[in-house]
């Protein structure tokens, strides 16, 4: 498979990206610190948006230590 194409079938979605385990508290930090939201939604000025793949990780990740913290 060429670039080129490696790239069109991921845009549309055909290659889904691979879940890291150990970015999901990375991501989890940055979006606790402001750096990154979750979702465009909920995305400010200056934020950039984690990719889709984690947003539902990253979320329990977050609930997670809300509720440690309690």
Known sequence: MNNGRAIYDYVKGKITMKVQEFMIPVY????????????????????????VAYVEAVAEWIAKQVEEEQ
């Open 28 to 51: 989890g930090y940055l979006v606790s610190a402001g750096k990154y939201a979750l979702t465009k939604k909920d995305r400010k000025e200056g934020q950039k948006v984690i990719p």
